[in-house]
């Protein structure tokens, strides 16, 4: 036996490259040279999460599926996603409390079930994020039009959608300009952006209640019939599309290197952001299908016609000055978290570290404007349902990874410090695996066709640049460590 602790090395060293793919990112709580400025507290995080979670799955997405897949059922569609999500908040809570680090996802996927896996997820996300921000977008851009329109102000059809989406769309030119803006504040700094995300999310959650507190005096119980119109397989689908509403505690945890007491702080703000917005979301949908008929409910702006329909159209501007500026709160969380996965998994060395370098705000500007750009053209050129869709199935992928990987980490290491441990202990995380498995089979198969595509060429750029450049590497500074962890 005594010789089995030297031999480990040599191992590593002579073994195969797909060996090597299975290298571990070590647990770290310390600080890592170029790392960025913390200056977030709690409430600022859950503001953050709160901005990321709230936003088109109430404005928008709460219409289009109950239009189109679940009808007044959106709210059993909403209960479904959110069970799932969650059971996967939880492990992202104990790992929130254990690994400090920018990258959510990617850095906890990498930690524990190694180096390929830490890639696929990080190389997911990437896609899934900058895919949400262009939903986001055109959400706004919805309410905005319809505010214009409101005061008399009717701009050319050609800029006011994706061809396709209405007569004479050629592209959505709002959804365009909001993701560059988005872009320009976030490389200002995250204390000076996230001052304003937390005003703009107070002023998005009063909004939103008063939405439901007005609303449910315009409730009629004759549009709650029928109530699954499309059965249960509707229902579940919509749960499906809804699930994109209900985690942004995800782009929330990739901030954790830049929040104070992280490992205190960001489990609490994961919980607290969660549960605060399922309880809106499931009042604001019940009385949406109840003010208006789901046949009649306006896929992109429901809200702000639900209003309108039922004599209200002072509330309804109000309502879409509250969503453009809720919906905007959410551009602003998952272009951050998009940007900071990013600068991590370039500071680890699996995408060029020219990246992972910040500006004189200590913000990785790089790809923060690369993801403005990207999500510009999509949210410009692509009807809203095909990109919500496109989000899921990485998100969903993302949850069965961090749910697996906290129960392999309990067992394998238990004695770990965790500020936080995930209650009922395998069952939980099991639960959110089950869920999440079931919804991704609901899913468009041309989802899935976009989804492989996209992995298939992070296979490429995996093979011929990252696996060679990772700071885990044998090969590059640290290697002996990397051998080591590598082998535990």
Request: hydrophobic fraction near 50%; proline fraction near 6%.
């Amino acid at each position: 036996m005594p010789s089995d602790g030297p031999a480990a090395p040599s191992v590593s060293r002579s073994a195969p490259g797909l060996r090597s793919v299975w290298r571990r990112k070590p647990i770290e709580t310390s600080e890592e040279p170029g790392g960025l400025k913390r200056s977030l507290g709690l409430w600022q995080l859950t503001a953050i999460g709160l901005g990321a979670i709230i936003g088109a799955g109430i404005f928008t997405l709460a219409g289009a599926v109950a239009h189109t897949d679940a009808g007044p059922g959106v709210t059993i569609s909403f209960l479904v996603a959110g069970i799932a999500s969650a059971c996967a908040a939880l492990s992202y809570a104990e790992f929130g409390g254990m690994i400090p680090k920018a990258g959510s996802a990617y850095t906890y996927g990498y930690a524990v079930l190694g180096e390929a896996v830490g890639w696929f997820i990080g190389w997911d996300l990437l896609l899934e994020y900058t895919a949400i921000v262009a939903v986001v977008a055109i959400s706004v851009s919805g309410y905005l039009s319809f505010l214009l329109e409101s005061v008399g102000v009717h701009l050319p059809a050609w800029m006011l959608g994706a061809p396709g989406t209405g007569s004479g769309h050629k592209v959505d030119l709002f959804a365009m300009a909001l993701c560059l803006l988005v872009a320009f504040l976030l490389t200002k700094g995250i204390s000076s952006s996230a001052r304003v995300e937390t005003i703009l999310v107070f002023v998005k959650v009063a909004i939103v209640v008063a939405v439901i507190v007005v609303g449910a005096f315009y409730v009629k119980s004759s549009n709650f019939s029928p109530y699954l119109p499309y059965g249960f397989g509707g229902t579940i689908t919509g749960a499906a599309t809804v699930f994109f509403a209900v985690f942004g505690y995800d782009a929330m945890s990739t901030a954790a290197e830049e929040s104070k007491e992280a490992q205190r702080n960001l489990p609490k703000a994961i919980i607290l952001s969660l549960s605060i917005a399922m309880v809106l979301y499931l009042l604001a949908a019940t009385v949406l299908t109840g003010m208006q008929s789901y046949k009649d409910l306006d896929p992109t702006r429901a809200f702000a016609v639900a209003f309108d329909y039922v004599g209200l159209p002072g509330f309804a501007k109000v309502v879409a000055v509250g969503a453009i500026v809720g919906i905007f709160t959410v551009l602003f969380a998952f272009t951050l978290g998009a940007s900071r996965v990013w600068f991590s998994m370039s500071r680890d060395g699996l995408l060029p570290g020219w990246f992972a370098k910040t500006n004189r705000n200590a913000v990785p500007h790089r790809p923060t404007w690369i993801i403005g750009v990207v999500a510009a053209v999509i949210a410009g050129f692509t009807p809203i349902l095909d990109a919500a869709e496109l989000t899921n199935i990485g998100i969903l992928l993302a949850f069965i990874v961090v749910s697996g990987a906290v129960v392999v980490l309990r067992y394998r290491s238990p004695e770990t410090p965790r500020t936080f441990r995930l209650p009922w202990m395998p069952v939980v995380p099991i639960i959110g695996i089950a869920f999440s498995i079931y919804l991704i089979t609901k899913l468009q198969p041309v989802t899935w066709l976009r989804f492989v595509g996209w992995f298939a060429i992070g296979v490429v750029v995996y093979a011929f640049y990252g696996y060679r450049h990772s700071r885990m590497s044998p090969d590059a500074p640290g290697g002996e460590r990397a051998r080591e962890t590598s082998d535990r």
